[in-house]
């Protein structure tokens, strides 16, 4: 099996199930919040900024269109108005763990095919 076909796939999967990642640095936005929800421990936003993913300013900006394309939510910490955490929908987690089965199926095949040869 050819790697580039796979990885067609998976540029095809993104195009179609993952619309709203722009760039890198969204991916890596959505990948940090993905990451922290999952572990049981919703991102706040200073943790975010302090990531080192991009600037300020381009982190504010990207963060802000991911919030109004509903693939982030943005809600205040109980006790402590002040502290804003982030958290993917329901949605936004079942196609990344979709997306990761792909992922998986191609790296899997790939294996496999070289093995054969």
Do not use: C, W
């Not at 619309?19 to 200073?46: H, M, T, W, Y």
């Not at 804003?84 to 763990?97: A, N, R």
């Not at 990761?100 to 790939?110: D, G, K, M, Y």
């Amino acid at each position: 099996m050819d790697i580039f076909y796979f990885l067609r796939k998976v540029r095809e999967f993104e195009r179609r199930r993952l619309p709203f990642i722009k760039s890198l640095e969204d991916r890596d936005i959505v990948l940090v919040i993905g990451q922290a929800q999952v572990r049981g421990n919703p991102l706040a936003l200073k943790q975010l900024l302090l990531s080192g993913i991009a600037p300020t300013a381009t982190l504010h900006r990207r963060l802000t269109r991911l919030v109004d394309a509903g693939v982030v939510d943005k809600t205040f910490r109980n006790g402590d108005r002040r502290m804003i955490e982030l958290t993917l929908p329901l949605p936004v987690l079942k196609t990344f763990k979709g997306y990761a089965r792909v992922l998986a199926i191609a790296a899997n095949r790939s294996a496999r095919s070289k093995g054969v040869r």
